[in-house]
């Protein structure tokens, strides 16, 4: 069985904490109102380029491992400037 390095678990928590350094850092100001579009965009680029990579830049494969449309990718890949 091969042995994953970073769990489930261990994403959430990644995420909690750049949550938890974004809230510090507002030093009193208000959130932005598309916060989940933020984070979204912020997770959804490196998530495609790792993927991507990963199956060493073939998009069917790719859709594939993240359960999506090979066309959602695309559009996906479109909307963040990814070749």
Do not use: W
């Not at 990644?14 to 510090?24: D, M, N, P, T």
């Amino acid at each position: 069985m091969i042995e994953h390095p970073i769990n489930e678990n261990d994403m959430a928590r990644y995420v909690r904490q750049a949550l938890s350094e974004y809230f510090q850092h507002l030093d009193g100001e208000q959130p932005s109102s598309e916060l989940y579009d933020m984070v979204m965009n912020c997770v959804e680029k490196p998530l495609l380029e790792m993927v991507l990579a990963h199956a060493g830049g073939k998009q069917t494969r790719a859709s594939e491992i993240l359960g999506i449309n090979r066309n959602t990718l695309r559009k996906k890949m479109l909307q963040h400037g990814i070749e």
